[in-house]
């Protein structure tokens, strides 16, 4: 099962709050793939690289460019679940 997502947005501290298409929010951190893949450095020392996430055609992942995204799935699990007020 696949959990598409609707939309994205960077928050200011390498998180993205993802809303999915079931109406569930989550926030992840990408900071923590920073040290385990090389091409997510990029996104802490290329200025502005980050902010210009962007959701992938079907809503299936998430990516910066063409060396740097993020499955929906592994959003999903990876996503701590927030509520509205949380935001």
């Known amino acids: ?17 993802v809303c999915f ?3 569930e929010k989550k926030v992840y951190d990408v900071s923590q793939l920073f040290e385990k893949w090389e091409a997510f450095r990029a996104l802490s ?13 079907g809503g299936y992942g998430v990516s910066w460019n063409d060396d740097i995204d993020i499955s929906c799935n ?10 509205e007020e949380t935001v």
């Open 74 to 83: 592994e959003l999903y699990r990876g996503g701590r679940n927030v509520s």
């Open 45 to 57: 020392v290329t200025q502005g690289l980050f902010r210009q996430v962007k959701v992938d055609a």
């Open 1 to 17: 099962m696949f959990h598409r997502i609707r939309s994205i947005s960077p928050l200011s501290d390498h998180s993205l709050l």
């Open 21 to 23: 298409e079931n109406g």
